[in-house]
C-alpha cells in the first residue's frame, strides 16, 4: 500500500438522523471522489451512510469493529478490523488510525473520539456536532463546516 495515501475518519452515532444519514453519506462521496481513504467504527447510522457513499463512488473503506466478528460490519465496509471486544475503546484506534477527522452529529462516544483527535493534535472538522467551549469562553479547537463538500475541503487543506 502506498504510504502516502490520505486517511480520513468519520465518526458519528450508530443511531443518525435522516440529516446525518443524508450529510454522512455526502462527505463518504466526496472523499472518494479525492481518492482518500475512509476510517470508521464500521457500524450503522452515520458509520454505515459514509462507508456506503464512499463505496458507491469507488472508495476505500476502513471499519475498526468494537466485537470479535467482521460479519458486525456494515454492508459498505471493505477492510473489517476486528478489535477483539474493546468497545468504545476502539475510538482511539479510529482517530489514531487518520489524518484529520470529520465528525456529523454524534453521541458521547463521537465527542471522546473528538477529544482523542485534539489531544493527538489532529484537525477537526464538524457538521452539525459538538461544539467547545472552556470556562464559559467558546474554543475554536473544531472547526465547524456548513456541508459534505466544505468539510472535506478543510480536512483535506488542514492535512497538507
Known sequence: ???????????????ATPEETRLAEEVGKELALRQVTLVCGGMGGVMEA????????????IGILPGNSREEANPYVQIPIISSSIGFARNVMVVKSAQAVIAVGGAYGTLSEIAYALQSGLP????????????GKADDAVIKAGNALEAVTMALDLIN
Open 124 to 135: 477537526v472538522i464538524t457538521l452539525n456536532s459538538w461544539s467547545m467551549s472552556q470556562n
Open 1 to 15: 500500500m502506498d504510504n502516502k495515501r490520505i486517511f480520513i475518519a468519520v465518526i458519528g452515532a450508530s443511531k
Open 50 to 61: 459514509a462507508c456506503r457513499g464512499a463505496a458507491l463512488n469507488g472508495g476505500l473503506t
